[in-house]
């Protein structure tokens, strides 16, 4: 598949892209000559995915897991379900 950062075209093997309705995560090398393993993280648009970050080595990929978790906990306790479906808003 392909995937866009700065207008410029990332193909990225299919078996290594996990994608939902609107947020995605890639997996890619470090570098030609790195097999570590990246991740970035993708929000779609019109059918095309974007690259929403620079990368993150997936060491931290529980850190994000947990930070994500967090923030979602704080919003179910400190924000308002919005009544259309689409998230939550500031009390």
Known sequence: MIIYKD????TIEDDHLFLG???GIALTKRGP??????FLILTEDDENWFISNNGFSSFWIDDLEIQIKKAKEWM????????????????
């Open 7 to 10: 207008g410029k075209e990332l």
């Open 21 to 23: 309705g609107c947020a």
């Open 33 to 38: 000559t790195d097999p570590h393993i990246m």
């Open 76 to 91: 179910e306790n400190n924000a308002i379900k919005d009544p259309s479906g689409f998230g939550y808003t500031f009390k």
